[in-house]
Nanobody, 117 residues
């Protein structure tokens, strides 16, 4: 099982970016999917998550600016980030709970998001 993230980059404050993360490999079911981020000197924090039923959860710091969505058929989760702030700069990691040989949590490789003033 692999989670492949893409879409990071550099943008000026106020700009937008869209992250994608696709799950691939042999598994039976995908439960929750989400995005976390980690900036230097800070612990990894939840940005947003979405259940298999479409229920979403956001960190207070991104509410109203970020939107998480998923394409169940493609086993892909997206994070649309708008009105980006300098403090959104971090490495973003996708995360998913899915059932392969057993239910487990998987992490994708990080993708860097840099927001400049």
């Amino acid at each position: 099982v692999q989670l492949q993230a893409s879409g990071g980059g550099s943008v000026q404050a106020g700009g937008s970016l869209r992250l994608s993360c696709a799950a691939s490999g042999r598994f039976f079911r995908v439960h929750d999917m989400g995005w976390y981020r980690q900036s230097p000197g800070k612990s990894r924090e939840l940005v947003a998550s979405i259940t298999s039923g479409g229920r979403t959860n956001y960190a207070d710091s991104v509410k109203g600016r970020f939107t998480i969505s998923r394409d169940t058929a493609k086993n892909t989760v997206y994070l649309q980030m708008s009105s980006l702030k300098v403090e959104d700069t971090a490495v973003y990691y996708c995360n998913s709970v899915l059932v392969a040989s057993m239910q487990s949590e998987y992490w994708g490789q990080g993708t860097q998001v840099t927001v400049s003033s």
